[in-house]
């Protein structure tokens, strides 16, 4: 990680600490709409491993074409308490709110979740459950797969949404390809037979 990033990352998390006093649930953590939907493990072509530092990603992009079904295998080697989560940017500042209310509530607590607590009423019958097809919340050393279909082009992100960490830099673009990456290299230098020559 580099200076400038740890920097930031230092300075995010002392200001998320004053920052615990807001926040509010918005209801459920089901933020998938418009950027894809829960992934066939037959239908996957490939697997990204993704590793999750404090506070950064590696890789901190990825490529997938339209239709794509990804299996990312997250693995959480940092010493703190991280997401991931596939989402538009409007949808990780809601979903920021709800993990906000995890951080007050005692269920994320530095370096590790209180697995009890995620079972909590949250009224109008939300938990802090965390089980959301597009995300996983992981402690320090665990790892586990998300299994996941990117619909059409759109403002996709991967982003760890524990107070703080966005903003330290937390976050990676998701870029979409044409959809024939490696045929359409090939085809843009090919020139049609000319059979009247």
């Known amino acids: ?3 400038s990033k740890f920097v930031v990352a230092a300075l995010a998390m002392s200001i998320s600490a004053t920052a615990l006093g807001a926040g509010a649930h918005g209801g459920g953590h089901g933020h998938g709409a418009n950027n894809g939907e829960p992934g066939k493990a037959s239908d996957v072509s490939r697997s ?3 590793e999750m530092y404090d506070n950064y990603y590696e890789p901190e992009e990825i490529e997938v074409t339209p ?5 990312f295998v997250v693995e959480n080697k940092g010493k703190l308490v991280h997401e991931f989560n596939i989402g538009t940017p ?6 920021q709110k709800e ?3 995890m951080v007050e509530h005692g269920i994320i607590q530095g370096g590790k979740l209180n697995h009890e607590m995620m079972e909590m009423d949250m009224g109008n019958g939300q938990s802090m459950k965390h089980d ?3 995300s996983v919340l992981l402690e320090p050393g665990k790892s586990q797969e998300v299994v996941w279909k990117f619909s059409e082009k759109g403002d996709i992100e991967f982003a760890c949404n524990v107070p703080g960490h966005y903003q330290a830099g937390m976050y990676g673009e998701v870029n979409f390809n044409q959809g024939d990456s490696g045929v359409r290299s090939l085809a843009g230098e090919l020139k049609p037979l000319n059979t009247t020559q």
């Not at 409007?90 to 979903?95: L, P, Q, R």
């Open 1 to 3: 990680m580099t200076s």
């Open 48 to 50: 990204i491993t993704v």
């Open 67 to 71: 239709g794509e079904t990804v299996r």
């Open 90 to 95: 409007a949808m990780h500042e809601a979903h």
């Open 99 to 101: 993990m906000m209310m």
């Open 132 to 134: 959301d097809p597009n």
